[in-house]
């Protein structure tokens, strides 16, 4: 049997390290290519594009591949709905594993925003020196506002067009919660903006600025394909995979 995993995240580098070495079980994990230096998951690993959701059904023929998990992240909204298309073209059973997305608790201040575009219009109301942790795609939203200040937080270099007051802090999580503190003190950041990625490896940041009584800008998920059931945890993607394929998978302990 051959399991194609869309990856990239880190539920779906644990999905392959549950997978991987189970008997009868070909996997294969696809990464979009678009970090530098991936954390690689185990077993066969490709990089790229498929060219749209046809390349990606002819791909899934080719290749016999018997289940596809979508496990990318949850703002690769594009690449999950041509992963839909091509599972009902090429006829193999889709699964999307979701991170569940954060919740507000007591404490916050949260301002909602439907895309970056959105996001960045809020902000002159809300402050002047900006901790933006939305990755390096996707700065030209922020390119206008010359009064502000940004730092912007990406495991990889961003490109042009970028805010021209900027500072690049180049990290990847996980990230702690008195180090989100420091960050926060010492950059004097007074709104920070997010994706609802959702997860536990950067949410320090949340809580750090609820501590601050600081204002967070969480950008909302695009929508999902219709009609894809969707697990929150590679565990539970694990058991729908045997039952899907009638494999006997064991889930071993750490």
Not at 150 to 158: E, G, H, M, N, T
Not at 169 to 177: A, S
Not at 191 to 214: H, I, N
């Amino acid at each position: 049997m051959h399991v194609l995993i869309l990856g990239g995240t880190t539920e779906a580098r644990r999905l392959a390290e549950l997978l991987h070495g189970t008997p009868g079980l070909e996997l294969t994990s696809s990464l979009a290519g678009r970090v530098a230096s991936p954390r690689l998951p185990p077993g066969e690993v490709r990089v790229g594009g498929f060219g749209g959701a046809a390349g990606l059904a002819e791909w899934l023929r080719e290749h016999a591949v018997d289940a596809l998990i979508d496990a990318t992240h949850p703002f690769a909204g594009t690449m999950s709905f041509h992963a839909a298309q091509a599972a009902a073209t090429a006829h193999v059973p889709l699964l999307a594993l979701r991170r569940p997305g954060w919740v507000p608790v007591e404490g916050d201040d949260w301002h909602e925003a439907g895309s970056l575009e959105d996001a960045a219009g809020l902000l002159p109301g809300l402050g002047r020196r900006i901790f933006l942790t939305t990755g390096r795609m996707g700065l030209a939203a922020f390119a206008d506002l010359t009064d502000l200040w940004f730092l912007v937080r990406s495991v990889d270099a961003p490109e042009s067009p970028y805010p021209p007051r900027m500072e690049v802090l180049l990290d990847r999580g996980p990230f702690t919660l008195d180090g989100e503190r420091e960050l926060l003190r010492r950059h004097r950041v007074d709104v920070v903006v997010t994706k609802d990625s959702g997860g536990a490896a950067t949410a320090p940041k949340l809580a750090a600025a609820r501590e601050a009584g600081m204002p967070v800008v969480v950008v909302r998920r695009p929508a999902a394909p219709e009609g894809v059931p969707i697990v929150p945890d590679p565990e539970r993607a694990v058991r729908w995979l045997g039952e899907c394929l009638g494999l006997r998978i064991f889930l071993l302990p750490d």
